[in-house]
T-cell receptor, first 116, second 115 residues
Framework: NAGVTQTPKFRVLKTGQSMTLLCAQD?????MYWYRQDPGMGLRLIHY???????AKGEVPDGYNVSRLKKQNFLLGLESAAPSQTSVYFCASSYSPSGGITDTQYFGPGTRLTVL | AQSVTQLGSHVSVSEGALVLLRCNYSSSVPPYLFWYVQYPNQGLQLLLK??????LVKGINGFEAEFKKSETSFHLTKPSAHMSDAAEYFCAVRNYGGSQGNLIFGKGTKLSVKP
């Protein structure tokens, strides 16, 4: 099993450009998450999904959109990148048939994004 | 609402010394608590978690944590530090709110281990 993979690993954008980050998991997990990590801030939830075709907002959703067309994939989009979106982005997944309260989240290796 | 506070953004210990990383939580319901570790340029990996039952939880790499309800704490310890323990450690609490399954993370504690 590859676990949780993220593409790309690094990216540099100019202000106003758009891009999509791809997260894939091969563990048949129902729940998937996108976090951003900033120095001294810990990880903050951007969006999450509790199953194929469903998404919901997390703590810091502004400026991002997501889609979960396939169970194994969770895409994070930036329509018009801003310097404030410079961060490290982590995807995670968990197996949650009954609600997910105690399930472990498995994290990908991260995508380092710089917006100039 | 749940929240987590990690005391000390940076902790430095000598190799072989006790590791103690502090985490206090706030929760109006019985909390589910987690410790994750992040090695440089890597994603997060679960060290251990507390859900119910035994309050002393053992994790990987010799780490353990004790849930103390009276102190609202979930401190992480390891009797003897190794150089390979140098990493950033995050305490987290499960969110019972609208984003079911979400983790609320502390700001992290970076552990340095001196030879």
């Amino acid at each position: 099993n590859a676990g949780v993979t993220q593409t790309p690993k690094f990216r540099v954008l100019k202000t106003g450009q758009s891009m999509t980050l791809l997260c894939a998991q091969d563990m048949n997990h129902e729940y998937m998450y996108w976090y951003r990590q900033d120095p001294g801030m810990g990880l903050r939830l951007i969006h999450y999904s509790v199953g194929e075709g469903t998404t919901a907002k997390g703590e810091v959703p502004d400026g991002y959109n997501v889609s979960r067309l396939k169970k194994q994939n969770f895409l994070l989009g930036l329509e018009s990148a801003a310097p404030s979106q410079t961060s490290v982005y982590f995807c995670a997944s968990s197996y949650s048939p009954s609600g997910g309260i105690t399930d472990t989240q498995y994290f990908g290796p991260g995508t380092r994004l710089t917006v100039l | 609402a749940q929240s987590v506070t990690q005391l000390g953004s940076h902790v430095s210990v000598s190799e072989g010394a006790l590791v103690l990383l502090r985490c206090n939580y706030s929760s109006s319901v019985p909390p589910y608590l987690f410790w994750y570790v992040q090695y440089p340029n890597q994603g997060l990996q679960l060290l251990l978690k507390y859900t119910t039952g035994a309050t002393l939880v053992k994790g990987i790499n010799g780490f353990e944590a004790e849930f103390k309800k009276s102190e609202t704490s979930f401190h992480l310890t390891k009797p003897s530090a190794h150089m390979s323990d140098a990493a950033e450690y995050f305490c987290a609490v499960r969110n019972y709110g609208g984003s079911q399954g979400n983790l609320i993370f502390g700001k992290g504690t970076k552990l340095s281990v001196k030879p």
